[in-house]
Protein backbone atom coordinates (compact mmCIF):
# COMPACT_ATOMS: atom_id res chain seq x y z
CA UNK A 1 0.00 0.00 0.00
CA UNK A 2 1.29 3.38 -1.02
CA UNK A 3 0.25 6.83 0.66
CA UNK A 4 -0.08 10.36 -0.63
CA UNK A 5 -1.11 13.61 1.12
CA UNK A 6 -2.53 16.40 0.25
CA UNK A 7 -3.09 19.87 2.49
CA UNK A 8 -7.17 21.52 2.36
CA UNK A 9 -6.64 25.14 1.48
CA UNK A 10 -8.61 28.14 3.27
CA UNK A 11 -11.88 26.71 1.02
CA UNK A 12 -11.41 23.21 2.05
CA UNK A 13 -10.04 22.13 -1.53
CA UNK A 14 -7.11 19.61 -1.90
CA UNK A 15 -5.23 18.74 -5.34
CA UNK A 16 -5.19 14.85 -6.06
CA UNK A 17 -1.63 14.07 -5.94
CA UNK A 18 -0.19 12.75 -9.47
CA UNK A 19 0.05 9.05 -7.97
CA UNK A 20 -3.37 9.00 -7.38
CA UNK A 21 -4.40 10.56 -10.38
CA UNK A 22 -2.45 7.72 -12.56
CA UNK A 23 -4.04 5.18 -10.68
CA UNK A 24 -7.39 6.07 -11.28
CA UNK A 25 -6.62 7.53 -14.56
CA UNK A 26 -8.16 10.96 -13.92
CA UNK A 27 -7.88 13.96 -15.86
CA UNK A 28 -9.00 17.50 -15.76
CA UNK A 29 -12.93 17.76 -15.97
CA UNK A 30 -13.66 14.19 -14.37
CA UNK A 31 -16.28 13.54 -11.75
CA UNK A 32 -15.17 12.16 -8.24
CA UNK A 33 -16.93 10.60 -6.18
CA UNK A 34 -16.74 9.66 -2.37
CA UNK A 35 -17.40 6.55 -0.73
CA UNK A 36 -18.32 6.84 3.30
CA UNK A 37 -18.38 4.30 5.77
CA UNK A 38 -17.89 4.73 9.46
CA UNK A 39 -14.31 6.23 9.91
CA UNK A 40 -13.80 5.88 5.91
CA UNK A 41 -13.72 8.05 2.63
CA UNK A 42 -13.22 5.89 -0.49
CA UNK A 43 -11.88 8.65 -3.34
CA UNK A 44 -13.06 6.81 -6.92
CA UNK A 45 -13.28 8.11 -10.01
CA UNK A 46 -17.47 8.72 -10.47
CA UNK A 47 -19.31 6.36 -12.71
CA UNK A 48 -22.65 7.27 -14.51
CA UNK A 49 -25.00 5.74 -12.26
CA UNK A 50 -23.19 8.40 -9.56
CA UNK A 51 -24.26 11.50 -12.16
CA UNK A 52 -27.51 10.27 -12.76
CA UNK A 53 -28.31 9.85 -9.02
CA UNK A 54 -27.09 13.45 -8.18
CA UNK A 55 -28.50 15.46 -11.10
CA UNK A 56 -32.28 13.37 -10.27
CA UNK A 57 -32.02 15.14 -7.01
CA UNK A 58 -31.08 18.71 -8.65
CA UNK A 59 -34.30 19.94 -8.37
CA UNK A 60 -34.88 19.11 -4.63
CA UNK A 61 -31.95 20.45 -3.59
CA UNK A 62 -33.05 24.45 -4.34
CA UNK A 63 -34.48 25.17 -1.16
CA UNK A 64 -31.13 26.48 -0.44
CA UNK A 65 -30.55 28.42 -3.41
CA UNK A 66 -30.75 32.21 -2.58
CA UNK A 67 -28.22 34.65 -3.09
CA UNK A 68 -27.89 35.03 0.83
CA UNK A 69 -27.45 31.37 1.32
CA UNK A 70 -24.95 31.68 -1.51
CA UNK A 71 -23.24 34.57 0.85
CA UNK A 72 -23.78 32.92 4.31
CA UNK A 73 -21.79 29.75 2.97
CA UNK A 74 -19.39 31.23 0.44
CA UNK A 75 -16.50 29.98 3.38
CA UNK A 76 -17.45 26.53 3.68
Same mark, same amino acid.
Given at each position: ?????? !??? !? !????????? /?? #?? +????????????? !???? /?? +?????? /????????????? #?????????????? +?
Amino acid at each position: MSVSTS !KLT !K !KYQATIPEP /VR #NH +LHLHAGDAIAFDI !KNDR /VI +LRKSVP /VDLAFAQSLEGTL #NEWASDADEEAYSE +L
